[in-house]
């Protein structure tokens, strides 16, 4: 396991920006596919964005294709989240996960951050 940190979070009216950031605690990255989970308000969590070790695969779900751009840098042991052209429906605790191998896929991530809070007013 990889204990991860998570900031970023906030307040943002829609159609703006925000970048959310994830860095683990104690332990590289380097060998981890990463990834981004979401649960609003009295929903279930749900898949964002995914990344392989490498940064050289990504993953999105269709909700947030086109407007959330997932990255890594694996020297500063960090994932990012740039979110952009937010709305309403974006609103959630947002989550990093580390899945424990190193390409994407449907697999159920074996370490998670603490969240962060995303709000979006329209």
């Known amino acids: 396991q990889v204990q991860l940190v998570e900031s970023g979070g906030g307040l943002v009216q829609a159609g703006g920006s925000l970048r959310l950031s994830c860095t683990a605690s104690?332990?590289?990255?380097?060998?981890?596919?990463m990834g981004w989970f979401r649960q609003a308000p009295g929903k279930e969590r749900e898949f964002v964005a995914a990344?392989?070790?490498?940064?050289?695969?990504?993953s999105y779900a269709d909700s947030v294709k086109g407007r959330f751009t997932i990255s890594r840098d694996n020297p500063k042991n960090t994932v990012y989240l740039q979110m952009n052209s937010l709305k309403s429906e974006d609103t959630a605790v947002y989550y990093c996960?580390?899945?424990?191998?190193?390409?994407?896929?449907?697999?159920?991530?074996?370490?998670w951050g603490q969240g962060t809070q995303v709000t979006v007013s329209s």
């Open positions: 996960a580390a899945y424990n191998t190193v390409l994407i896929g449907p697999y159920e991530p074996k370490s």
């Open positions: 104690g332990r590289t990255l380097s060998w981890y596919a």
């Open positions: 990344c392989s070790a490498s940064g050289g695969t990504t």
